[in-house]
């Protein structure tokens, strides 16, 4: 068996040999090739993450609970709640019906929920497309090897007056050389080059794909007002849990102010509220809402996310936490 990586998604796949090729019946929804496809192997980070979040229990606080608010700011602005749209890029090309633009779709069901929608891997004419449905944005650009096309980025995002960052985890291909994507090198990001981009910017900086707290130190050295707890769903072996890093993450951080974003495998509310008690101001959801999103459009991702605010509240009533800015991790125990 082998293990291959879709350089455009980041999405691991599995590869079984003839002659005992098999089909692989994938717990994620969506379509052959754009969703991970796991295994079940100890190496695909995200058995992990579905194991470490399902063996996270919760204890009930019910007396004096009330009705809780999922107002949540981020960057200076309010939204409705702290469950933001993750980057999926290139969706504008795996549907046979071309008339069908998921990644307008989902900046639309953006705007309408009132949540933060985050774009990945897009050529900037395909990007403004996207922005100018009106969504608030988190603009991702690859660790480019060529930086200029960094800057270049970077200009065009803020001048949409999006947030702007990098995916720092999508350096290593699977061969152990730097990725190549649509044909594009991708490099190394050093600490310095990370400083270079967050003092261009007149923006937020993010830094996305952080799984240590070394980087979130280093991130947070840089000048990035932002991280995103992740492993870019799997993108390392054996990459650990982000909910297991977090904790100490947060602590490191102390007070010095910074957003934390965490994200991998958060399928519903339940999956987001013990993220945000281990310490995260929001979540991102992405293979969450993508089969809803290439199958029905904005509505069925509408639908999941106001699903996932449901979830989320009930666990936060039965909990007692009021708000997004009040979660208390001592209400969870590990199985
Ligand atoms: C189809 C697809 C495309 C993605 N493209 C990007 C990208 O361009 N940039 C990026 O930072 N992350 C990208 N991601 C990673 C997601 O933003 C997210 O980190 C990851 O999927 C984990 O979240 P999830 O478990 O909720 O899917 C992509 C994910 C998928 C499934």
Same mark, same amino acid.
């Given at each position: 068996?082998?293990?291959?990586?879709?350089?455009?998604?980041? *999405?691991?796949? +599995?590869?079984?040999? *003839?002659?005992?090729?098999?089909?692989?019946?994938?717990?994620?929804?969506?379509?052959?090739?754009?969703?991970?496809?796991?295994?079940?192997?100890?190496?695909?980070?995200?058995?992990?993450?579905?194991?470490?979040?399902?063996?996270?229990?919760?204890?009930?606080?019910?007396?004096?609970?009330?009705?809780?608010?999922?107002?949540?700011?981020?960057?200076?602005?309010?939204? %409705?709640?702290?469950?933001?749209?993750?980057?999926?890029?290139?969706?504008?090309?795996?549907?046979?019906?071309?008339?069908?633009?998921?990644?307008?779709?989902?900046?639309? *069901?953006?705007?309408?929920?009132?949540?933060?929608?985050?774009?990945?891997?897009?050529?900037?004419?395909?990007?403004?497309?996207?922005?100018?449905?009106?969504?608030?944005?988190?603009?991702?650009?690859?660790?480019?090897?060529?930086?200029?096309?960094?800057?270049?980025?970077?200009?065009? *995002?803020?001048?949409?007056?999006?947030?702007?960052?990098?995916?720092?985890?999508?350096?290593?291909?699977?061969?152990?050389?730097?990725?190549?994507?649509?044909?594009?090198?991708?490099?190394?990001?050093?600490?310095?080059?990370?400083?270079?981009?967050?003092?261009?910017?007149?923006?937020?900086?993010?830094?996305?794909?952080?799984?240590?707290?070394?980087?979130?130190?280093?991130?947070?050295?840089?000048?990035?007002?932002?991280?995103?707890?992740?492993?870019? +769903?799997?993108?390392?072996?054996? &990459?650990?849990?982000?909910?297991?890093?977090?904790?100490?993450?947060?602590?490191?951080?102390?007070?010095?102010?910074?957003?934390?974003?965490?994200?991998?495998?958060?399928?519903?509310?339940?999956?987001?509220?013990?993220?945000?008690?281990? &310490?995260?101001?929001?979540?991102?959801?992405?293979?969450?809402?993508?089969?809803?999103?290439?199958?029905?459009?904005?509505? %069925?991702?509408?639908?999941?996310?106001?699903?996932?605010?449901?979830?989320?509240?009930?666990?936060?009533?039965?909990? &007692?936490?009021?708000?997004?800015?009040?979660?208390?991790?001592?209400?969870?125990?590990?199985?």
């Amino acid at each position: 068996m082998s293990k291959k990586i879709d350089s455009a998604t980041g *999405a691991s796949r +599995h590869n079984f040999d *003839a002659p005992e090729e098999k089909e692989i019946k994938s717990p994620w929804p969506g379509p052959k090739g754009m969703i991970p496809v796991t295994s079940g192997q100890a190496e695909d980070a995200n058995v992990h993450n579905r194991a470490y979040l399902d063996n996270i229990l919760v204890e009930m606080r019910i007396i004096d609970a009330v009705e809780p608010n999922l107002e949540t700011e981020f960057f200076g602005k309010k939204y %409705a709640s702290p469950i933001n749209l993750a980057a999926v890029s290139h969706l504008n090309k795996v549907l046979d019906d071309k008339s069908r633009k998921p990644m307008q779709e989902k900046a639309e *069901a953006a705007k309408n929920l009132n949540v933060l929608n985050w774009i990945g891997m897009e050529e900037n004419s395909e990007y403004r497309d996207i922005v100018a449905e009106g969504s608030d944005t988190v603009r991702i650009i690859k660790p480019f090897a060529d930086h200029n096309r960094i800057f270049d980025e970077i200009k065009v *995002a803020q001048e949409t007056g999006a947030v702007v960052g990098i995916d720092i985890d999508h350096v290593p291909g699977t061969n152990g050389k730097y990725d190549v994507v649509d044909g594009i090198e991708l490099g190394p990001i050093t600490q310095a080059d990370l400083a270079k981009y967050a003092a261009f910017a007149d923006v937020p900086f993010v830094a996305k794909g952080v799984l240590s707290v070394q980087d979130a130190l280093k991130a947070r050295d840089a000048g990035c007002q932002a991280i995103v707890v992740s492993h870019h +769903h799997g993108r390392l072996p054996f &990459g650990v849990p982000p909910l297991k890093v977090l904790p100490a993450i947060k602590k490191a951080l102390g007070n010095s102010q910074m957003t934390i974003f965490v994200d991998g495998s958060i399928m519903t509310g339940y999956d987001a509220y013990k993220a945000l008690a281990l &310490g995260a101001d929001g979540v991102l959801i992405g293979r969450a809402i993508l089969r809803g999103l290439l199958d029905q459009g904005s509505e %069925a991702v509408e639908e999941k996310v106001l699903k996932m605010n449901e979830e989320l509240a009930e666990m936060m009533l039965y909990t &007692g936490v009021k708000n997004t800015a009040t979660f208390d991790p001592n209400v969870l125990h590990f199985n």
